[in-house]
């Protein structure tokens, strides 16, 4: 029995309810995967991927992802999101809406869209 690529996303968001592990959060990914924060350069690859979401621990901790609405069409599903963190003395969250493309239950694209000054502007 194969897992619906929704599944997949919503266990992959549930990641994110404590400290994410980067090999966990890995294997949900294609070698050649490509992770967008639309503000932001896109990260190409697994592994590179991994690391940059590894290194959120020196800046931030995760503290709860909460999927709002979710669908799916195929190999695209689409999420509208709170992503919460806590940096330093501060609780930050932040809406977002997140694209992802999966193949054979993997996914290969991770796009997050959301506003840089929302996010930037609540550790002040």
């Not at 309810?17 to 190409?44: G, T």
């Not at 997140?98 to 193949?103: A, H, I, S």
């Amino acid at each position: 029995m194969t897992t619906s690529n929704e599944t997949i996303v919503s266990n992959f968001v549930k990641e994110f309810d404590s400290s994410p592990d980067a090999a966990r959060i890995s294997a949900y990914f294609s070698d050649d995967a490509i992770y967008h924060n639309i503000p932001v350069a896109p990260i190409h690859g697994r592994e590179a991927i991994a690391n940059a979401i590894g290194g959120w621990k020196d800046r931030m901790q995760s503290a709860g992802w909460e999927i709002v609405h979710q669908v799916s069409n195929g190999d695209v599903v689409i999420n509208e999101r709170i992503d919460r963190f806590t940096v330093g003395d501060k609780n930050v969250s932040l809406p977002v809406v997140g694209v992802f493309e999966l193949k054979d239950g993997k996914i290969t694209a991770w796009r997050d869209y959301f506003d840089m000054n929302q996010f930037t502007s609540q550790f002040a």
